[in-house]
């Protein structure tokens, strides 16, 4: 596991800025309405890896337990990672390396001994996450060029080491990450406990109290079907959703009105709080020196 950066290692300005900065394009991906599918399609494409989700459904058991509790933490992990201050963004990092620390187990459909916090199955979280949150911003409509997808992906590169990957194995161009996925195919299966994250994600358990008087069981059910539809064709696949009977075109138009929608709401109702402190913090010190 690779050394986390200090403090010391930064200037005050750069702590102030975070780790990307607001003239990024993590900045303008992490905080538009099409993260939050592209979220979900991450958790789907994640479960993908039998060690990886192995891990999870041993070790997290807030994912059956509490489940709402632990997709706010993992929502909070990187949006503070993006938008924190570095101390911040460190505080965070601390806490979850020390989450998957000394965590190991064997997986049954491979017969792999694995620790939580292996290189590579850290690698496979960091880049699924990636390209969903890449590909769905740029079928959303969010205005990112080829350079711009490239320059992500470079960016991204800091949040993977962080959480302890190789430098040198992580993709740093978008060509490398669709390249790496194309790899990890043959590995990838649907395993019971992958069918039990699947369901979880796609209809997740809800108070009686939350169904009937809250709008969050269609909220989700429009989340979770845009995550699922927008999947690479193989992985529907994998999973049997073809019957969402939904083309990439289809996909790409519902996906594009959902943003459309969620952007005619005020600022402050469709951004995160941890973004919107983020902008206040930079343009207060914008002011400062100006």
Request: aromatic residues 8%; contains cysteine; hydrophobic residues 45%.
């Amino acid at each position: 596991m690779n050394r986390l950066p200090s403090l010391r290692d930064f200037t005050a300005e750069e702590d102030l800025l975070g780790f990307f900065g607001p003239d990024s394009v993590s900045w303008r991906i992490h905080a538009d309405p099409a993260f939050s599918v592209g979220g979900i399609r991450a958790l789907l494409l994640q479960a993908l890896h039998p060690v990886a989700m192995d891990g999870v459904a041993r070790f997290s058991t807030a994912f059956t337990s509490d489940p709402w509790a632990r997709l706010t933490r993992t929502a909070e992990y990187v949006a503070t990672l993006t938008f924190g201050t570095r101390r911040e963004a460190l505080r965070s990092v601390r806490r979850v390396r020390g989450l998957h620390r000394g965590k190991s187990a064997v997986e049954g459909t491979t017969g792999r001994g694995y620790a939580v916090d292996d290189a590579d199955l850290l690698l496979w979280v960091h880049c699924c996450e990636v390209d969903s949150l890449l590909s769905v911003a740029r079928r959303a409509g969010v205005p990112l060029t080829d350079a711009d997808a490239d320059r992500y992906v470079a960016e991204q590169v800091v949040a993977a080491v962080l959480v302890g990957c190789e430098a040198a194995e992580v993709p740093a161009t978008a060509a490398e990450l669709d390249a790496y996925l194309q790899r990890m195919r043959p590995r990838l299966a649907v395993t019971p406990a992958t069918r039990d994250a699947s369901r979880f994600v796609l209809l997740p358990p809800m108070p009686g109290w939350v169904q009937l008087l809250t709008p969050a069981r269609p909220a989700w059910s429009t989340l979770a079907t845009l995550g699922a539809a927008t999947l690479p064709q193989w992985a529907r696949q994998l999973y049997g959703l073809p019957g969402f009977g939904v083309t990439d075109t289809a996909a790409t138009v519902a996906v594009r009105a959902f943003r459309q929608a969620v952007l005619a709401l005020p600022v402050r109702v469709r951004e995160s709080p941890i973004a919107r402190a983020a902008r206040e913090r930079v343009a207060a010190a914008e002011e400062l020196t100006a």
